[in-house]
Nanobody, 126 residues
């Protein structure tokens, strides 16, 4: 399993951004892919996740503004962030693991995932 995020950078508050994750080496139908973020001085938090049948899970912070999607033909996962705020400044990570190894209700928990990318920095300026 290989994961590599890209698409981060410096953006203005109010704008939008799409992060990409090159995710390969596994069967998308039996894996869950998730996005996490870690802001300076804070713990890493799960933002959203998607299963092989298209089921999604969103955190309260991600609901309504973040959209997760995948394109298995291209071995890609995406995180669309609408209406960025300065508090969205963080390193964003994608993660993956077999969905049958993730306990129900734990889809946005860091410990549910064994495979991680290196992260991409998103900085939102006011």
């Amino acid at each position: 399993v290989q994961l590599a995020e890209f698409g981060g950078g410096l953006v203005q508050a109010g704008g939008s951004l799409r992060l990409s994750c090159a995710a390969s080496g596994f069967n998308y139908r039996v894996y869950a892919i998730s996005w996490f973020r870690q802001a300076p001085g804070k713990e890493r938090e799960g933002v959203d996740a998607i299963g092989g049948e298209g089921q999604t899970w969103y955190s309260e912070s991600g609901k309504g503004r973040f959209t997760i999607s995948t394109d298995s033909a291209k071995n890609m996962a995406y995180l669309q962030i609408h209406t960025l705020y300065t508090e969205d400044t963080a390193v964003y990570y994608c993660a993956a693991d077999r969905i049958d190894e993730i306990m129900g209700g734990e889809e946005l928990r860091e410990w549910s995932y064994d495979y991680w990318g290196q992260g991409t920095q998103v900085t939102v300026s006011s």
